[in-house]
Structure formats: C-alpha cells, structure tokens
C-alpha cells in the first residue's frame, strides 16, 4: 500500500528468501565462498549455522544462482525422515527413479549415478535444511553417503543448513566421527548496526527508491536494538514503519514513528 507513496516498484522488506535482495556485507561473502569453495573443491562435509531469520535460506538460494550446470542438486527442505524417504526426495531432485527400491537397492543406484556423474565431470550437490532437526542416528546414516568416493575425491557434496543448535548435536559424543567429516563450518552473524543500515539502504534501493534518505539515524538505532540485527526482524520492523509513514504522510521515518510500531 505504500508502494506509490514512496515511488518504488516492489516491496523492499518482504520476508521471502528473494537472492536478488541479498545484502552482501562482509560476513554473507565470506559465507558465500566457503559454500563455494566447498563444494567445487569437493570437499564432502559443509556446515552453514546461523540464527533464526538471519538469511541462510537467501544464502542458498544465491548459491544456486551461482552453481553452473555441471553441478546437480538435490534440496530437502524437511529432513526429519529415514534415510530411505531422504533418499527418495534426492532420486526426484536428481530426476531418478526410486519407485520399487529398498534402501540398499537405492543406496547401490545412487552410487551407479554418483560414478557416471563423475565420470562426465559433473558434481553432486545435497543441501539439508533445517539440519538442527536432525537425530544423531540419521546424521550417521548421512554420513555413510559420504562414503561414495572414489582414491581422489568425494563424489557427493553434502552442505548441511541450520541453527546453532546443529552445532550441539555434532559436538555430541556419538558424532565424533561425523564432525570429523565436516571439512568447512561457517556461522552466520546477525548485523552490527553500521550493517543493519547499509541492509535497508540496499533493499531500498533494489525496489527502486530514488529520495532521500528515508530513514533517519534514531530510527535506524532503534530497528538494530529492538531486531538484534536479525534481517528477518528488520524487514518486519520496517515494512510496518513505511505502512504507518504512508498513511501519516510522513516522508522520513524517524524515532519516534519506529517505536510506534514496535
């Protein structure tokens, strides 16, 4: 509803993961590049960890634009499952047929396809969301898909997304064998407030806004300290701001507007 008011062409602080909203600060690069890295250089194990709301899925999503065509992915969304209902979304991800299979018949044909990949210079990619859902059983079981190498290198890149508390359950004594495995770990910090104003100031600005600044340095202060720098929460903070400037016909956001809607 304020979209006119303010003269933009899309919303700025919607929620959704949209990678063209992507705030590359320092932190998100360095994120970025290890995921990267990881996974071209095949280095099997990589562990994303961040807070709730802090961007992890956006990060995702931005490294799929980044992953040219030799690289095939799979994408579970929910992972508390068996290996063999796991197995079953990465054969649909991967375009093969699982129907019929037992679990080691799904094991054997994932294999047959990792080495035919390989061979054709192609490299396999599964990305487990939500990975702090995850029981110390089924990381063991993740971890056997690890197994599928060859002398040179892993044939099968496994990113592993989730909060902090992932980091608990591979520090478990029953997972050191898996933690072993992890090669990268990469924990994504919330927003220091010079970051939080560069955030709004790039989403701003990726939705077309051309005025002038439109949010003044108390309000900006009260936005990281209430959010904690917490890109999720800035968003909300934010669009509920614009919404009241608009119908107040206020063309600055100021302190006084922010803890309004706070």
Not at 128 to 150: G, H, K, P, V, Y
Not at 204 to 227: M, T
Request: with cysteine; proline share 2%.
């Amino acid at each position: 509803m304020y979209l006119s008011y303010f003269g933009l062409k899309e919303q700025p602080f919607n929620v959704t993961p949209d990678p063209k909203f992507l705030y590359f600060g320092e932190a998100y690069q360095d994120a970025l590049a290890y995921l990267i890295y990881g996974i071209r250089m095949r280095k099997g194990f990589v562990v994303l960890t961040g807070e709730i709301g802090v961007g992890k899925t956006t990060l995702i999503n931005a490294l799929f634009e980044r992953l040219d065509d030799s690289h095939r992915i799979a994408h579970l969304v929910h992972s508390n499952m068996s290996l063999k209902d796991m197995l079953r979304f990465v054969f649909r991800d991967y375009g093969l047929d699982a129907s019929g299979k037992s679990k080691s018949e799904l094991l054997l044909a994932l294999q047959d396809f990792l080495i035919r990949l390989d061979q054709k210079s192609g490299n396999a990619v599964l990305i487990i969301d939500e990975a702090q859902n995850l029981r110390s059983w089924q990381l063991e079981e993740i971890r056997l898909l690890s197994n599928i190498e060859t002398a040179k290198r892993k044939l099968i890149q496994i990113v592993l997304v989730g909060q902090p508390e992932l980091l608990q359950l591979m520090n478990s004594t029953e997972l050191r064998q898996f933690k072993q495995r992890v090669s990268l770990h990469f924990h994504l910090k919330a927003l220091n407030r010079e970051e939080s104003e560069t955030y709004i100031e790039h989403r701003l600005k990726v939705s077309g806004y051309q005025g002038k600044r439109l949010f003044e340095d108390g309000a900006l202060d009260e936005i990281n300290n209430f959010s904690e720098g917490i890109p999720r929460l800035i968003n909300s903070i934010c669009d509920r701001a614009m919404i009241k400037a608009a119908i107040g016909g206020q063309q600055k956001i100021d302190r006084k507007l922010i803890k309004k809607v706070l």
